[in-house]
């Protein structure tokens, strides 16, 4: 598996230390929250990002999930996000904080926002690893951010093409052969 990688984008140290400075600013964000905060997670890509995240989260908070389908087998481009399901608890007058693996086209996180805002919460912000500075739209605010970065596909740190990679400890791209092109239909 780790041959398959051709160049690591993020490694494993740059994403601990970017992951500990971003639950710092989470945590001082929502510190007069007396209710505390509900993390609400896009599966499947932002499982690893959670569960490092929230480890490091002094702060009074719960997880629900919600799952969306946007790329399927070996595609490399969106075919519109679709809400598959959606775990939440009540988040009327809640605060709520998104997390997210990657910001690409906000096709994703504009399909979420729109569903939760439904749900009357006090508030909506926003935390994704990644974000490919060229495409994410201006009109998509994210307060927290890791890393940004070029527009290529990467893999790793929950992140996967075609299923695999999910476990790689770095965010990383694959070798160009192994990706393969398929047509939208
Ligand atoms: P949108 O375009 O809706 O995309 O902002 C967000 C979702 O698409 C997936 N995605 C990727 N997955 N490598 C991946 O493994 C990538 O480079 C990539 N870009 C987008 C991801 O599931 C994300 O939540």
Known sequence: MLDDVARVVVSERQIEARVAAMAEEIASFYADSKEGVTIVTILTGSLVFLADLIRRLPIRMRVALVTVSSYAGKTMQSRGAVLESAILPDLCNRDVLIVDDILDTGGTLRLVRDRLRAESPRSIRTAVMLRK???????????FVGFDIEDEFVVGYGLDYDGLYRNLPY???LKPELYTTESIT
């Open 133 to 143: 500075r060229d495409k994410a739209p201006a009109d998509l605010p994210v307060e």
């Open 171 to 173: 965010i990383g791209v």
